[in-house]
Structure formats: C-alpha cells, structure tokens
C-alpha cells in the first residue's frame, strides 16, 4: 500500500519528543513519502530546520517558502537567504507555501499580495512548482496566479500533453469554480482532513466532482486532523483517512486513490 502526504510540518516542535515514532508509524500506515513545508520567519532557522529534515530521511521532501502570514518579514535580506538555501539542496522540491490568507490578515493583504507575485516569480525562476495556500482570498488568488503565467510545467513531464501543471492549492476549502479554475490554470488540488470533517458536505460536494488525475492529498499536520481522531494532534500516517474519505466518494478502492495521488505528487515535484 502506498500514499503520499503531500504536505505536513514534522519540523516543528510538536513533533520534537517523538519524530522518529511519527515517521515511522506514517511508514507503517504505507506512507512512502511527506512533503515537509517549512514555515516561519525566514531568518530564524526555520527554514533550515525543515531542509535539515528532508537531508536526512530517504522519504521526505522539503518545500521552502514565506507564508502569506509572514509576509511582512520577506524583504531582500530574507529573499536571498531563502534563494541560497534552494539552491543548495536537492531535497527542496517546491516553492512554498506562498499567496494569501485573508482569515487571519497577520500581514496587510497589499503586503501578501507583493510578495506572493514576488515569490511566484522566484519559483519560476528557478522552475519550481509552487505550493498555494489560499483562505478567503480566492478570486485573488486565482487572479495573481493568472497574470503570473502560473509557474512551470514539471520536470519529468515532457511528454504530457497538460504540461502546463505548475504547482497545488494546498488544504483546499474553496467552491467548486475555484478548483475548477485552479486546474485550467494547470494546478493540483490537494484536499486535508477537513474533508472527513461532519460539516464538511459542501468541500465533499466539490471533491466527488473533480478529476482524480488533479487530485493530491495530505494532513497540513499538526492542524486538521480527520475524523475518527479528532482532538489529538496529527501526523502523516493519518492521511490515508482522507484517502479513503475520497475513495467513498469517487467509488474506488482507498489503494486506488493512493496509487492515483502518488503519481501525480511524483510528476508534480518531479520525484520517484
Ligand atoms: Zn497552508
Ligand atoms: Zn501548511
């Protein structure tokens, strides 16, 4: 059995008592790779926490990028500190996550907007695919991503005739139309554990409508963990339940749903 986690934050000090056990139980639950997303103030050594991670562990990748939360501390400075630590490492496979998060308005959303574009351009600069986190700023979002030329196809896709794919709408929560206009854009939609959530119909709605072929899943842990397990922290092993969420949905096997995201988490970010 095999799955992918397409996007966790294991780094963090949730994780410092037991990060081992947690790995090891993701491998356990037949979770072959994570896609660790570093986060935080790009001076603070986070970023190199995250890197420090995916160096070590066979299975897992690094994504390097500002969150729209912090986006009032990317200046030059950081800019070049992040661009140097990408360039640096093998294991950092996508850009992100970067866009906009007009929930929580933790930097001035003309700020997110700035440097949301600014680090689309650096992604494509250094042809990586983007990891998008977008909450109630979708036409925004979309919008940005539009005029950006939204990033680069992926590495190992030559001969898709899609290749236009370029990066995934991370912990989507939005309407059907902007997933819709994600994948015309070229990008994957990756659904949580919010999926499993009771009140959660509409996002289910929206899920059992789109393409598996677009689709990638994850855990966002330590946040959002799914049904049955509510309450407790999360952990990468935990994203089969999305999984099998969308095998109920779609009427396949849950291994059928782990085999299709897989392939296309490894044409996306050009892995094996
Ligand atoms: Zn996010
Ligand atoms: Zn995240």
Not at 40 to 47: I, K, Q, R, T, Y
Not at 93 to 98: F, H, L, P, T
Not at 156 to 164: E, F, I
Request: hydrophobic share 40%.
């Amino acid at each position: 059995m095999r799955f992918i986690d397409s996007h966790c934050h294991i780094d963090g000090p949730e994780y410092d008592a037991d990060r081992d056990d947690v790995i090891a139980r993701a491998h356990d639950a037949g979770v072959e790779m994570m896609l660790n997303v570093g986060t935080g103030d790009p001076l603070s050594g986070a970023f190199e926490r995250a890197l420090g991670l995916a160096e070590k562990h066979e299975g897992i990748y690094a994504a390097l990028g500002v969150h729209p939360h912090d986006a009032r501390l990317f200046d030059d400075r950081a800019e070049q500190h992040l661009a140097a630590l990408v360039r640096q490492s093998k294991r950092v496979v996508a850009w992100g996550e970067i866009g906009l998060d007009y929930h929580y308005d933790n930097s001035p959303r003309d700020v997110q907007r700035e440097v949301f574009r600014r680090q689309l351009r650096l992604a494509r600069e250094m042809e990586l695919p983007v990891v998008i986190h977008s909450r109630e700023a979708d036409d925004d979002t979309i919008a940005i991503l539009n005029e950006s030329g939204a990033g680069v196809p992926p590495v190992n896709h030559a001969q898709d005739a899609r290749a236009t794919k370029s990066g995934v709408l991370h912990c989507f929560g939005g309407s059907l139309a902007m997933a819709q206009s994600a994948i015309d854009l070229g990008f994957f939609i990756s659904f949580a554990g919010n999926l499993t959530f009771k009140k959660a119909e509409d996002l289910r709605d929206v899920a059992r409508q789109l393409p598996l072929e677009r689709l990638l899943i994850e855990t966002d842990c330590p946040y959002l963990t799914p049904v049955p397990f509510r309450g407790k922290r999360n952990e990468p092993a935990r994203v089969v339940e999305t999984a099998r969420c969308l095998a109920e949905l779609h009427g396949k096997e849950w291994e059928e749903i782990g085999r299709v995201t897989s392939e296309n988490f490894c044409g996306l970010f050009g892995v094996r």
